[in-house]
T-cell receptor
Framework: AQSVSQHNHHVILSEAASLELGCNYS??????LFWYVQYPGQHLQLLLK??????LVKGIKGFEAEFIKSKFSFNLRKPSVQWSDTAEYFC?????????????FGTGTKLQVIP | EAGVTQFPSHSVIEKGQTVTLRCDPI?????LYWYRRVMGKEIKFLLH????????ESGMPNNRFLAERTGGTYSTLKVQPAELEDSGVYFC??????????????FGSGTQLSVL
């Protein structure tokens, strides 16, 4: 079975600071990788996903993530955060052969951006 | 388009009581999933419906949990009797296509269940 680790549980940044949230997974085969975000009071929504091809994936709202296969990592980055990025971020993994019933989420990282 | 809606948004019940959570998926979405997040832990899969059929219920914790999807439309998740460890946020999600490569999953806002 796969597992996902998000090492940062709570991150506090000032506006305009750069962001990097760590995500590491363990699985013996190929995977599809996702980052989801939940803004306060809202539903979970997809930020970006990686299936194959260019390991640097660009998502919505200026976020990007890089898949480093050798490190089993899929870290989320944003060069300059805004107050509106305050949210909880979840990394998720699905085996390439599976569907969303096989998804494994990380424990989430709460990001607080201070104006 | 209307999103996935869940009712209620919050529920506070006492141990031993029964609670029923409801999920209305996006119209036309055959796939419906239930997930749960216990406080501070990861979001975990509970079960998957394709239309009215349970495709996979391997994540259901025990037989106190019963999920149904009447006519392949809305779904209910009943917990009877509720225990303290059932507290958490219950998410519903729906999609039109199956398979992670093509599937776009839409989540509801979740139901916060507190069992006292």
């Amino acid at each position: 079975a796969q597992s996902v680790s998000q090492h940062n549980h709570h991150v506090i940044l000032s506006e305009a600071a750069s962001l990097e949230l760590g995500c590491n997974y363990s699985y013996g085969g190929t995977v599809n990788l996702f980052w989801y975000v939940q803004y306060p009071g809202q539903h979970l929504q997809l930020l970006l996903k990686y299936f194959s091809g260019d390991p640097l994936v660009k998502g919505i709202k200026g976020f990007e993530a890089e898949f480093i296969k050798s490190k089993f990592s899929f870290n989320l980055r944003k060069p300059s955060v805004q107050w509106s990025d305050t949210a909880e971020y979840f990394c998720a993994v699905i085996p390439s052969s599976g569907g969303y019933q096989k998804v494994t989420f990380g424990t989430g990282t709460k990001l607080q951006v201070i104006p | 388009e209307a999103g996935v809606t869940q009712f209620p948004s919050h529920s506070v019940i006492e141990k031993g009581q029964t609670v029923t959570l409801r999920c209305d998926p996006i119209s036309g979405h055959d796939n419906l999933y239930w997930y749960r997040r216990v406080m501070g832990k990861e979001i975990k899969f509970l079960l998957h419906f394709v239309k009215e059929s349970k495709q996979d219920e391997s994540g259901m914790p025990n037989n106190r949990f019963l999920a149904e999807r009447t006519g392949g439309t809305y779904s209910t998740l009943k917990v009877q009797p509720a225990e303290l460890e059932d507290s958490g946020v219950y998410f519903c999600a729906s999609s039109q296509d199956y398979g992670a490569s093509n599937e776009k999953l839409f989540f509801g806002s979740g139901t916060q269940l507190s069992v006292l």
